[in-house]
């Protein structure tokens, strides 16, 4: 009796090994196109859709794609695409591969987390001739303490037939009473076989072949541990580029469609972001994209470009939920031999995922329909008399709904939803899609100063559109310009962008426009500026040229580095000594910065103006031209000018290292108004 046990456990192993090693094989066998599928195959509608439900696996499979899910965790543990078992890293273990993930904090204690949402149930939601959708539920109790984030997650995954790829999106959920909760970033994050892929491409101009991971770690370490200089890379082409993460940033609303190439056999992997509605911090919040491992990221919200406050804060058992996604993994492939093609079929498939949005097919009734939307509608003009002594229409504007706050903290909004257009020629707009809801209208005017927000609250019904007419915005404005440097448009771009060290350079193919996102621009201040700090003379100085992009410190030693004050000089007539002038300081980044202004006197103990310590952005390391927009308004009196010659000494007083300061948007020095003297 015993013995036959022995024997029938012995056949068992046997047996589960042969399964292990039959699966072994088919992992391995992955690089080859079997016979039945042609590179440049069109995808079959035809072909049946499956889903296949295993004891620690879930298979949805419509001929063209598969995906492969862990059960009941949730995770993504094979992408199949066109006779290739995995486009993912299947040597890397299967927590690893795909995955929707967190970081959060208890705010008591601190600690930072970064968790896989592991589920713990599986259902079936929909499975129909033509979709399938699954569902990957954990759900939080007291019991489980302080170790689990206070948070019911529900991940889902959809396929339909004839459609190549699948869709993912995942609804987050803290009940009233819970515990406080801090959650920093929500992405997914696909870890693609790095055989298969080395060719990036993340917009029209930025693609490129990538270095691979190992090549990163056989570099050296620059400043901080994501930027590597590629000393040994295995494409000798690579050799003594900087490879980093942050190179790759777009704003919301270029960041669409990014992801690989592979060569051989010719696939692409795409992430496609269908809408900017579920992201974080209105359209130019900035975020990764895809990057070295290689990788492609679906980012929801982070502090990147932003700053560690910048998150989900749950506080006072307040209740909130929120469905990020979906999003769209578009498989692609083709027979030619230039990437640019796969690319170019990837953006079209992102232009028809974006025309279908909303969505009709996810099953969860926390994404409403297109019939269960709204609208809103208006002209956005400008009221500035020194410009215009009629209204001007607000051509081109920004203009968006995001909940109730003050005048603009939809950048720094991150629990509600968004929905941004932007105006016509004559400052319409109209806003469709729109869920049911109370917000905020709030905008902003490339070319003019500051922020915009409606008075009232834009109540949001579905089925209808509400107009708010022509409304109006009263930019910032106290007198005339006597002299402005740059453009207000939240940016620094516009400014003088050096050239980065030809030793510390990345081969990005980009044109001048993103020079901005080549490695260590910060040191190049000293080296154009070694001894003496910048002085900008109105009338003479061109801000192209002649007003570098970011105020930082100098370097003085090998970690030392010390302040540095920027001169503005011009010249003034007719100073109105009872009058009051203004000068506007329209920030485009902050990043632990301080700037003091001074009027005349570089060595007044106390300067007439501090921002005090400002921003955590970290835009200046991260390579962004712009974190978070900020405005600041000095007063001077008539008394503190000359007739003739005067200058404004802005200094940096915060010399902490390299990453330290901030960018300038725009500056405008105002006269008196001139009702004063009329
Ligand atoms: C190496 O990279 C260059 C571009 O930097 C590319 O043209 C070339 O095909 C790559 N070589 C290999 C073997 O991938
Ligand atoms: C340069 O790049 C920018 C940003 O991608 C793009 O808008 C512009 O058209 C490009 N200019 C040229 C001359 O290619």
């Given at each position: 009796m015993k013995a036959r046990m022995e024997f029938r456990t012995v056949i068992r192993l046997v047996l589960v090994w042969i399964g292990i090693s039959f699966h072994i094989m088919l992992l391995v066998n992955c690089a080859k196109i079997p016979d039945g599928w042609t590179a440049d195959g069109s995808l079959d509608s035809s072909l049946p859709l499956t889903l296949r439900i295993y004891k620690h696996h879930v298979e949805m499979n419509n001929g063209i794609v598969k995906l492969q899910l862990s059960n009941p965790s949730g995770l993504i543990t094979?992408?199949?695409?066109?006779?290739?078992?995995?486009?993912?890293?299947?040597?890397?273990?299967?927590?690893?591969?795909?995955?929707?993930?967190?970081?959060?904090?208890?705010?008591?204690?601190?600690?930072?987390?970064?968790?896989?949402?592991?589920?713990?149930?599986?259902?079936?939601?929909?499975?129909?001739?033509?979709h399938i959708e699954v569902s990957f539920t954990k759900t939080w109790n007291s019991s489980l303490g302080d170790k689990a984030p206070p948070l019911n997650i529900d991940k889902r995954f959809i396929m339909l037939r004839g459609v190549s790829g699948f869709y993912s999106y995942a609804i987050f959920e803290h009940l009233k009473g819970w515990p406080d909760l801090n959650i920093d970033e929500a992405r997914i994050a696909f870890?693609?076989?790095?055989?298969?892929?080395?060719?990036?491409?993340?917009?029209?101009?930025?693609?490129?072949?990538?270095?691979?991971?190992?090549?990163?770690?056989?570099?050296?370490?620059?400043?901080?541990?994501?930027?590597?200089?590629?000393?040994?890379?295995?494409?000798?082409?690579?050799?003594?580029?900087?490879?980093?993460?942050?190179?790759?940033?777009?704003?919301?609303?270029?960041?669409?469609?990014?992801?690989?190439?592979?060569?051989?056999?010719?696939?692409?992997?795409?992430?496609?972001?269908?809408?900017?509605e579920f992201r974080a911090g209105g359209p130019v919040k900035q975020d990764l994209t895809s990057h070295v491992g290689p990788t492609s990221l679906a980012i929801f919200f982070s502090g990147h470009y932003a700053g560690p406050n910048f998150g989900v804060k749950l506080r006072n058992g307040e209740a909130w939920k929120k469905v990020f996604g979906p999003v769209f993994i578009y498989m692609n492939s083709d027979s030619g031999n230039k990437p640019i093609s796969l690319w170019e079929d990837a953006k079209q498939q992102m232009a028809i995922e974006t025309k279908k949005w909303p969505y009709d097919f996810p099953s969860s009734k926390d994404i409403p329909r297109a019939n269960q939307r709204g609208a809103i509608s208006g002209r956005l003009l400008i009221h500035d008399r020194y410009i215009n002594r009629s209204l001007i229409?607000?051509?081109?504007?920004?203009?968006?709904?995001a909940p109730p706050g003050d005048v603009g903290s939809w950048q720094e909004d991150t629990k509600g939803y968004q929905f941004w257009t932007q105006t016509d020629e004559k400052g319409h707009f109209t806003i469709k899609n729109i869920r049911e809801g109370r917000y905020n209208l709030y905008g902003w005017v490339p070319g003019i100063m500051g922020d915009y927000k409606y008075g009232n609250d834009v109540i949001i019904k579905p089925g209808t559109q509400t107009t708010v007419g022509d409304i109006v915005y009263d930019p910032p404005r106290n007198g005339p310009t006597l002299w402005e440097i740059g453009i207000p448009d939240r940016s620094a771009a516009e400014f003088f962008v050096p050239d980065p060290n030809p030793k510390l350079m990345t081969n990005l193919h980009i044109n001048g426009t993103e020079k901005f996102r080549q490695y260590g621009l910060w040191d190049r201040y000293t080296d154009l500026y070694p001894t003496h700090d910048l002085v900008y003379t109105v009338g003479t100085s061109d801000y192209r040229k002649d007003w570098f992009f970011a105020h930082v410190n100098r370097k003085v030693g090998v970690h030392d580095y010390k302040p540095t004050t920027w001169q503005i000089s011009f010249d003034?007539?007719?100073?109105?000594?009872?009058?009051?002038?203004?000068?506007?300081?329209?920030?485009?980044?902050?990043?632990?910065?301080?700037?003091?202004?001074?009027?005349?006197?570089?060595?007044?103990?106390?300067?007439?103006?501090?921002?005090?310590?400002?921003?955590?952005?970290?835009?200046?390391?991260?390579?962004?031209?712009?974190?978070?927009?900020?405005?600041?308004?000095?007063?001077?009196?008539?008394?503190?000018?000359?007739?003739?010659?005067?200058?404004?000494?802005?200094?940096?007083?915060?010399?902490?290292?390299?990453?330290?300061?901030?960018?300038?948007?725009?500056?405008?020095?105002?006269?008196?108004?001139?009702?004063y003297y009329h």
């Open positions: 094979g992408v199949g695409y066109g006779g290739i078992e995995n486009v993912l890293e299947y040597r890397y273990k299967e927590t690893r591969r795909g995955y929707w993930d967190i970081v959060w904090s208890n705010p008591k204690t601190r600690n930072g987390f970064f968790s896989t949402l592991e589920s713990t149930n599986f259902k079936v939601i929909a499975k129909t001739k033509n870890k693609l076989h790095q055989n298969m892929f080395h060719y990036m491409a993340v917009s029209d101009n930025l693609q490129r072949i990538m270095p691979t991971d190992y090549d990163r770690t056989r570099g050296q370490v620059l400043d901080y541990k994501e930027a590597v200089l590629l000393t040994n890379p295995a494409n000798s082409t690579l050799k003594r580029q900087v490879d980093d993460k942050y190179q790759y940033s777009y704003e919301s609303k270029d960041n669409h469609v990014h992801g690989w190439i592979s060569s051989s056999p010719r696939v692409g992997f795409w992430v496609i972001t269908p809408s900017d229409p607000a051509k081109s504007a920004y203009i968006g709904l003034l007539r007719n100073v109105i000594r009872t009058g009051t002038y203004t000068l506007r300081l329209a920030l485009a980044s902050a990043n632990y910065g301080e700037i003091q202004v001074r009027m005349n006197n570089p060595y007044s103990r106390r300067p007439q103006f501090t921002t005090r310590r400002i921003g955590r952005d970290n835009a200046i390391a991260r390579h962004g031209i712009h974190g978070l927009y900020s405005l600041y308004s000095v007063k001077f009196s008539g008394f503190q000018l000359v007739n003739g010659r005067n200058t404004i000494y802005l200094k940096q007083s915060r010399d902490e290292g390299p990453f330290i300061g901030i960018m300038y948007d725009y500056i405008r020095f105002e006269g008196p108004s001139q009702e």
